[in-house]
């Protein structure tokens, strides 16, 4: 069966530093792979999305994520990372075919002034 | 554009009374619905999804159903509320195979 894993609950990064959320996937299959952003009392915001072609995704925000076959890994990235970055993030996989996603459990990242 | 929308936004409702969420989409047809809850601002369950009109999977069997009565209309329903339906109820759509979007979901209280 298709899951993620996101193993940290909390990342917490001062503000100019990079950061880095971590997820891990595990499907049959090619997976499609995405990340979102929530605010608190909001619905999620769509980042970023691989589906196939270069490993290195750019999003919104300034947002990045690489993938990693080998690794089966799908790291969210920012390279100076902003107090408004504060938000609880999740990441997602589908495998290849109209099926829903399936989400991690979140991280919630903490940027520190 | 597309755009997706939810109502109420928050609802408190007694135990035992009755529940329906609405959530409609904007700016495309034939999308795929879907609603999740979110309990304590942590993980999302999916609850149900939909293909195409009168067509729903039920992915947890539980106090609550959904009907999509128009391509673009999907509403959650309960007979009567348990203190555990309590959450954020989030809607969302998608098209073909790219990402889903979400709306701005409801804040249900349950008393």
């Known amino acids: 069966a298709q899951s993620v894993a996101q193993p940290e609950d909390q990342v917490n990064v001062a503000e100019g530093n990079p950061l880095t959320v971590k997820c891990t996937y595990s499907v049959s299959g090619n997976p499609y792979l995405f990340w979102y952003v929530q605010y608190p009392n909001r619905g999620l915001q769509f980042l970023l999305k691989?589906?196939?072609?270069?490993?290195l995704v750019k999003g919104s925000y300034g947002f990045e994520a690489e993938f990693n076959k080998s690794q089966t890994s799908f790291h969210l990235k920012k390279p100076s990372a902003l107090v408004s970055d504060s938000a609880l993030y999740f990441c997602a996989v589908r495998p290849s075919g109209n099926t829903p996603l399936v989400f991690g459990k979140g991280t919630r990242l903490s940027v520190i002034a | 554009s597309q755009t997706i929308h939810q109502w109420p936004a928050t609802l408190v409702q007694p135990v035992g009374s009755p529940l329906s969420l609405e959530c409609t989409v904007e700016g495309t047809s034939n999308p795929n619905l879907y609603w999740y809850r979110q309990a304590a601002g942590r993980g999302l369950q999916l609850l149900f999804y939909s293909v195409g009109i009168g067509q729903i999977s039920s992915e947890v069997p539980q106090n609550l159903s959904a009907s999509r009565p128009q391509d673009r209309q999907f509403i959650l329903s309960s007979k009567k509320l348990l203190l555990s339906d309590s959450g954020f109820y989030l809607c969302?759509?998608?098209?073909?195979?790219?990402?889903?979007?979400f709306g701005p979901g409801t804040r249900l209280t349950v008393t």
């Open positions: 691989y589906i196939t072609g270069d490993n």
């Open positions: 969302a759509w998608k098209r073909g195979h790219d990402e889903q979007y």
